[in-house]
DNA sequence: GTGGAATATACTGCTTTGCGCTCC
DNA sequence: AGGAGCGCTTTGCAGTATATTCCA
């Protein structure tokens, strides 16, 4: 039940302002940061407590599971040693099962020294089975602000990276490397994706992934480097390609597939490419990165033996340096090589380390795709080494050696070079799908334009259709998809995602997203629209010549229709808007999935099946497919029912002769409740309706009309009250009056009201209704309320007379207290004092003394406050003779003295 | 490896109109 | 006598979402 109010807390969270959204998230992670680092130590510490009580009393243990194990036996001594993971400690799980026997357990017994060693070589939870356990719901929120708070790093990442790009000093020694046959790509007047193979080619052949373990401060310096070198990290070399693009002014995006923590708890680990982790101004997640690494030197260990003949080591110890060695028309599998040399560098730095891990499944598929690769460079050797070297082209005997090329794949239609799904497979191998790349607009494409897909780190142009496929392939499936500009950033999932069914559950609600990437999509939107007005023109005089005669491909028909439509119709268009329009088309076409469990949550389509209790189809078409022989419908289909009665707080009624839509059967407990109410009434044959439920439609409803107002009576329920769930609940010609004490007023004015009905709270096991003053006809608003006013300032007056009385009394109160106080000080002291009877003074006016101090009670019963009150002599009574009394008329202040020099000021009321 | 069914479990939403005692 | 105020143990079930396991 806790978590009402967290969901109350989130969403008020999310209904504020995007800054405070973003700092409550923030502290919130970093509070529970902190407060999980401190219960991690907590928890450790409990750890080592746990271990010192096993080493200290193992016996004890071995009785709460007495007879259980043989091997516990086994282990029973005085002396017990064991090395335990910490981390298993606290769960510790006692099996059947003999030590010596087990596999993943190693046992050694030193019978001299009476001392056992037990060592695990494995963790138990690799061979155990881990407890299913689902998440909850804390834990749900804290992944969803983690989630949250890396997108937030990512996107500032991003915007990062875009600026730099447009940094002139790189801009310009990128244009410096260009070889002035590829400059004239800036004075296309209409661009299209295969104008831009040649520079791409160009720049794969001169730029490569490489793994540099030094930051350099910022980003920037880190780009530099990475322009000098000719290489750098996955990021550096895409980043370095968007400075290219803009130095040859073209209108050109950064995008980054944010790699970002899951949503869910301990789904999956959050990562980035290997060779950009070195770099990462955040370094979070380095020991996944490593752990990568080592993976990837250890497979290139495992293939060792394939690489001694193929002459790659050559490649392994020449890549930085040498010229480049084939043509850049040729695709190339870059990374391969690359990746080989990162990793042959490693292995022979570690060398020892790798030798004895165990080969995976993943490993050997990998090892198989590799010689594949392999056989197939090996084929090609020949080929590439007739070819000409591209040194001439390149313009720079100094620019590395490119790898060895593998394959490639030319699509006619688009005259680019994209890698096929199988070469996807050994890239997501070796360093993952690609994370980085840019975004070209070619106004050159289609009829108005598009954003193109130029991966310039592999030389794919215009394969955003594989992005999503390479990614799956990689064991990334992408999430968010993010195009960086002029300091802004755009979501482009869409053009990536071809099955959006698949990530939505991975991606944070929309409406949070949305509202932290409004404010950079319009700088998005500032920086690459800019030209927008230019080439509508020039798109005009172009329908004009070409009358329209473009001959589109399959895919791009919708997206172009839309668009001219678009523009036909406003005229002013722009290229985001358009992008938007495509963005929007593709997410209304998904194809329909082939597995059922897809329709369960499918935002375009559903399945009869996965409907739930209060659901239904209508209407109940168009059938837009089938699967594994349902038949699925559009979502658009799909209706929630409500009773009559929750109709009607919605203040609808469901029309009459109207038949229920659905009939489901009720709650047990609800029936339970009927049942007994109609025991009494002894009612037969009714049970089974009164089992049911009638659900009805919004199609099914019209607007509540209520019986009117008539003669100033106010139509009530069978409550002798008016349910006033909302506004349109009221029955016409009343108004609702929500101020407090309105009852008695009707009352005393004899007008008709009821009381205002406007929820149920739950109290004490029950539901408990919520009333919120009362309704009356319209027409004496105004009266009661001119008599509530009255009677508030009559309330509110008598209230002041009430407090001013309730203070008197409490002064009273106080100096009653006071002079008890006193009097029960002197009598203590005349007690306890020997003198005090030989006292004469006091004897003497013993009776006067009483007189007076009954005098002075009145006084004070009179008064108000007490000027001074000294401390009491011992010894002393204080007496306080009419002769010494003075009064100030003026103040109202009486003076009493004592002969000792006491005074008491009284004010006299 | 994938899909589907079954199962388990956490979360969420729905339900909906006291009663007895004390004080004034 | 009667009206007003106050304090009681904290519903509990069904539906849904989601993770996991098993099997084909």
Known sequence: MRTRSQSQRKEESESGSLASASKEAVGKLLKRARKGSKAKGQQ?????????????????????????????????????????????????????????????????????????????????????????????????ELAELVHKVHLLCLLSRGRLVDQVCN?????????????????????????RASSLGSVVNWFRNNFQIQSHDIDRGSFKSNLAFALDTRGGTAEEVA???????????????????????????????????????????????SSAVASSSDDVSHKNLTRGKHHSNDGRQSCKRSLPKGPASTTGAEDVISRDSMANKLCSDKLESHPAKFAVRPKRKGDAEFEL??????????????????????????????????????????????????????????????????????????????????????????????????????????????????????????????????????????????RWWDEVLAPLKRLESDATGSIVHMEASERKEMESEECLNVVNTTSDIIEDSNKVGAVQNS????????????LETRALTEPLPTNQQAYKNHHLYVLERWLTKYQVLHPKGPVLGYCSGHPVYPRSCVRTLQTRHKWLREGLQVMANEFPAKVVKHSKKFVKMRTSELEDASATGEENSEATMELYGRWQTEPLRLPCAKNGIVPKNER???????EKCLPPGTVHLKFPRLVPVARRLEIDFAPAMVGFEFRNGRSVPIFEGIVVCSEFKDAILAAFAEEEERREAEEKRRFESEALSRWFQLLSSIITRQRLQNSYVEFSSPNALDNPHIDENDKSNDDKKQSMSDDLKSSQNAASIMPIRDHHEHVFLIEDQSFDEESFIQTKRCRCGFSVQVEEL
């Open 44 to 140: 450790e510490d409990d750890i080592l407590v746990e271990v010192s009580k096993f080493k200290e009393l193992p016996r004890e243990k071995d009785k709460r599971d007495e007879g259980n194990s043989v091997g516990r036996k086994s282990i029973e001594g005085d002396d017990v040693e064991g090395s335990v993971r910490l981390g298993d400690v606290n769960e510790f799980d006692w099996e059947d099962g003999d030590i010596l026997a087990s596999e993943s357990k190693e046992a050694y017994l030193h019978d001299s020294e009476k001392e056992i060693t037990v060592e695990f070589t494995d963790s138990p939870s690799t061979t155990q089975r881990k407890p299913s356990r689902r998440a909850t719901a804390e834990e749900k």
């Open 167 to 191: 940094d002139l000093l790189i801009q310009a020694s990128l244009l410096s490397l260009v070889p002035p046959s590829q400059l004239n790509i800036a004075e296309v007047p209409r661009l």
């Open 239 to 285: 980043a370095l390609s968007v400075a290219l693009f803009r130095a040859l002014n073209l209108t050109t995006r950064f995008v980054s597939v944010l790699d970002v923590a899951s949503l869910k708890p301990d789904t999956d680990v959050p990562g980035c490419s290997n060779t950009d982790a070195p770099r990462l101004d955040t370094k979070i997640f």
């Open 369 to 510: 795709q590799l010689e594949m690769a392999l056989s197939a460079t090996a084929a090609g050797v020949g080929a590439s080494n007739s070819m000409s070297h591209i040194d001439g082209l390149s313009g720079s005997s100094s620019l590395p050696s490119p790898p060895k090329k593998l394959k490639k794949i030319v699509f006619p239609e688009h005259e680019s070079v994209i890698q096929s799904s199988s070469s996807s497979a050994v890239w997501s191998r070796k360093l993952g799908p690609p994370q980085y790349w840019a975004e070209v607009y070619c106004n050159g494409e289609t009829l108005n334009g598009r954003w193109i897909h130029v991966d310039a780190v592999n030389g794919i142009v215009d394969g955003e259709s594989d992005v999503e496929a390479s990614a799956a392939a990689g064991r990334k499936p992408i999430k968010y998809v993010v195009a960086f500009s002029g300091g802004g950033a755009k979501d482009v999932t869409r053009r990536y995602c071809m099955h959006w069914y698949k990530i939505a559950p991975r991606r944070v609600n929309s």
């Open 571 to 582: 005229g002013l268009a722009n290229r985001n808007a358009l992008e938007d329009m495509e």
């Open 720 to 726: 002798g009250q008016v349910d006033v769930w909302s």
